[in-house]
């Protein structure tokens, strides 16, 4: 338990008023006020029998007086008292609890004088606070209502007996402690012990007179209307154990000088600070505290703007502006987490940052720290009201380029923003992404011309037919770039068959470059598997006979072998579409000697005309159709001419001991035609 020490004097009439005995030597001017004080209260009253107390600073030691004053019937002369006095350090009295152990200290001389104060004492502190009787709560209501609800005035109210020192103690304890200390009150009285530097707060006047008679300008208490905040207080006096506001008053009213002015202030804000007060009842706890000047309550307003800083659901305006207000001029934040300052401001005051914070500004530091972890929506969200403030937030957080509604934001520039950006292939496709999702097709060849088709071809790979058709201006954007497309098809980096089939629909056959090695589309047809989509098979197939048919290719064999036999099966069933049907008939041959409505023995005719007079690889003649009706049909036209024959012949020996059976079959049905 802690400890404190006390020092104390006794003060009596002997030849005169003076001091009888203690325990140090106080400057001229406080031992002018102890003895002052010290002397009896009022003159022709009769002081009880248990005495009085009297409380009161002296300022230039930093001490609080608490004395007890008694009649001293045995001296000689009329009127004489004795007054033991306690002298506390300011900085202890901030330690006490309670004062009602202090009461115990106190000792009637039982003589003339003593030598019995010239010693400190040791004295445990008590930090529990006393609790006041429900039937004194009246009392202390009346009390309280008139300290606080008439701040500048002295109060006088009717003493009723030794219980109202109990009441004056648990008033004066419950105070802040520099309220505490500057707080002056006389528990019997009959004159105003009022002087013209150092008012006393309250008195309690002997019942025998009338309280106002030797006190024209004081209140009597219970005149004085009670308000709404006097509750808070008479629970905190009734069950100090439950109630949060005296340490609330500690802690808000270390800075505050307007004295009794600011309790009701500072009551209003404890309960304005409540979670389920109301932001209206907290800004307008605010404006009250604002009323007790600019340099009051520091410690409140910081108090309240921590709260609105840390809690998303207040949206009064009046409350973020103070709160921003407060943290901007505290070089600390308010001991908050930049972070939280740094999140309140995205939410509430984007403007700020489009307008530039400097680096100095205590806000700077809060907005650097909360970039990294706000959530990106929020982001946007802030965004969306002040667009300016892009260039402060993207250099932290680019990951915001990456969500569509950031991109559906009209007034950001969305090109030039583009135009701009230095990325990686995955970051930009992640951008890509979003701009597709946001249905920015306006921005599709900014993005190719700057990042190249990869990152497009990454996010239409994601997508079904329907999908991608829906997004036909970012197929165009990669389809100008024919030499990326044939490099990505030869690496395996296109090679998604929803894609592909919509590349065939706004692609020439012959765009495409193939000037080495696999011919691109090869490539990427191969890697895929086929799917249900008859249609868009159907058009494929069609395209790329287009494309075999044509001078482009170097794999006129293979691109045979992936078109002709679906494309066979489709023109026999008529079911080709007008798409697939005008792509396939650009290169179907034309001429009397076939039967023009026969567009199939048009398309075999085709084939056998190109692998015979392009010298195509044999072993690719033999295996261009898995069908092998069709392949007979295709053999027998190759027989009708001397080079078909000896084209045959070649495709027989590639055929013979082949790494299939039926490539021997296929050879042995050359054999029966060629004799």
Known sequence: MDRIRLDQTLHGYSEGHRLIDGSFKLPQSDARTMLVLSDASASGSRIPSEGYLTGYPLAESGKYVLARTWTASEMSRPGCVWTHSLLIDFGDLALLGSALNLLEYFRRPSGVGGSNYANGLEVAVTRTPAIVPSHDLGKAGQWASALYGKPKSRFIAERQGPGDDVVVLAIWMQQWPRLRRAFRFCSFSADDRSTSADTFDLQLMDAGRSPRSRMPIGIVAPAVKQGDWLDALLDDLERPARSHLRQFLRDVGSDVTNGRAAMVPLIHLHRGLQPNAGPSRLADAVSELERLGS??????????????????????????????????????????????????????????????????????????AALPGADPEELVDALKVVPGAAAAVLPSRPDVLEHASFWRIATIDALGLIRSLDLDQEQAARIVGALVEAARDDCSRMVVDCFGISPVVVVLSKMDVVGIRSRMDWVRAIARRTNDLAERMADGRLSHRPLLFVLAEVLDPDAVPNSVGTDPWVTAVERTRTTDDVSAEDLLAAFL???????????????????????????????????????????????????????CEKLRHAVVDDFIDRELPPIEFGTVVDDGKLWNELVDLAADSFRGRRYLDKARRALRGGAEDWWDERAKLIDHKVK
């Open 295 to 368: 340099g009051q309550g520091r410690m409140g307003r910081a108090a309240a703007a921590r709260f609105v800083l840390t809690r998303s659901v207040v949206d009064d305006r009046r409350l973020l502006d103070f709160a921003l207000q407060q943290v901007r001029a505290d070089r600390d934040l308010l001991g908050l987490e930049p972070a939280i300052v740094g999140r309140a401001l995205l939410r509430w005051r984007p403007d700020l940052l489009a307008d530039g914070l400097a680096e100095e500004d205590s806000l700077q530091k809060a907005v650097a």
């Open 545 to 599: 006979f287009n494309r075999a048919r044509g001078r482009r290719s170097r794999s006129t064999g293979k691109l045979f072998f992936l078109s002709v036999q679906r494309l066979h099966e489709a023109m026999a069933s008529e079911r080709l579409s007008g798409e697939a049907w005008r792509i396939a008939k650009q290169r179907l041959p034309y001429g009397s000697i076939w039967r023009v409505w026969d567009q």
